[in-house]
């Protein structure tokens, strides 16, 4: 009998041993239940010629093409990703809908003799409840924003406070982004709807009687969009801001973005996209600092011609707390971190 999702919170206590996506590779790559592994039966190409069948030809005609498809790509996973699964596997299959693909495979599984069995819905259920906790409720606990200009390592802090037990929301990390012109991280951004189901799943684990400590953003990092419910939540909590020297805030981001050190191309690209903001003739002294290998004084000059301007024009408060460090070191921020929880606490 096909199983009724009615919380985020209800994946981890069903009683399966793995989830099984049997979307095409494209459908999964978009989105997919945490932690689903992809057997597709029905490849990305294969999906559209049945598609084309179904809506040019004939929906019977579909079918059968689909359902050969299907059996095959079936004996391929039997015989491959599943041939080491005992007799006592027992594995929870969803498809876009809760339908045939879902169900075909199921059905094979079954008769093996395995405990398979369906997700009501497929994963539109499941997208609606990922909606449900992002777009349709308030967000679920009390929130403190980490705020600062660039370069005053509040993902670094946020590192400390979770080491220290606090409940944090690193939302960098799961955009894949350090939300500035130089924030591309070693792997591609996701997609929105992948980022949602990550982020879902982090704010149901939330305990709503702690407060979780988020670095402040824009409500766009990088090419995602924070949802409403977080976004509103993010304005309307209490902030503190973190202050340190520009020496510090140097050597912080030096060592944050080594890598953009080795690649003068990749420089160049990202002063290229300043030229709108400064002018040729401003990007052209950063661009021969770059070509001279002095990335001090480029680091130094984009805080303060570009980041910390521009962090200024942004705010939003300018009353905020602000904690001033004496630099950046991890003892400092450990410091920090322990100050945080015990008067947010």
């Given at each position: ?156 802090l946020l590192g400390h406070l979770a080491h220290q037990g606090a409940q944090i929301l690193d939302l960098e990390d799961l955009a894949a982004h350090r939300g500035s012109v130089f ?163």
């Amino acid at each position: 009998m096909p199983m009724t999702l009615t919380t985020l919170g209800d994946l981890g206590a069903l009683p399966f041993d793995e989830i099984i996506d049997v979307r095409s590779p494209a459908e999964y790559a978009e989105d997919h239940l945490p932690g689903a592994i992809n057997l597709p039966v029905l490849s990305d190409a294969e999906r559209a010629r049945v598609g084309t069948i179904y809506v040019q030809q004939d929906r019977f005609l579909a079918r059968k093409v689909g359902a050969a498809l299907v059996a095959r790509n079936a004996a391929r996973h039997l015989e491959g990703a599943l041939a080491d699964r005992g007799g006592g596997y027992r594995p929870l299959v969803y498809c876009w809908r809760g339908g045939q693909r879902s169900g075909s495979f199921t059905g094979i599984l079954q008769q093996i003799g395995w405990r398979a069995d369906t997700i009501a819905g497929g994963y539109r259920s499941y997208r609606r409840l990922v909606a449900g906790v992002l777009y349709d409720s308030e967000f679920p606990a009390p929130m403190v924003l980490i705020d600062g200009g660039t370069g005053t390592a509040k993902t670094r802090l946020l590192g400390h406070l979770a080491h220290q037990g606090a409940q944090i929301l690193d939302l960098e990390d799961l955009a894949a982004h350090r939300g500035s012109v130089f924030g591309s991280m070693d792997r591609p951004q996701p997609s929105q709807k992948w980022f949602e189901s990550r982020l879902a799943a982090h704010v149901t684990r939330l305990d709503p009687a702690r407060p979780v400590f988020v670095e402040a953003e824009s409500t766009r990092i990088g090419r995602i969009n924070l949802p409403p419910a977080l976004a509103v939540a993010m304005k309307a909590a209490p902030a503190v801001r973190i202050a340190a020297p520009l020496g510090a805030r140097v050597g912080h981001l030096m060592t944050e973005y080594a890598d953009l050190c080795t690649d003068q191309a990749q420089i160049e690209a990202i002063l290229d996209r300043l030229v709108r903001f400064h002018g040729h003739e401003a990007v052209a002294k950063w661009r021969d600092m770059a070509a001279r290998g002095d990335h001090a004084a480029l680091v130094e000059a984009l805080i303060v011609q570009h980041y910390d301007p521009r962090y200024t024009r942004m705010a939003t408060r300018h009353d905020r707390p602000v904690l001033d460090l004496p630099d950046l070191a991890d003892m400092t921020l450990a410091a920090t971190a322990r100050r945080l929880i015990a008067e947010q606490g």
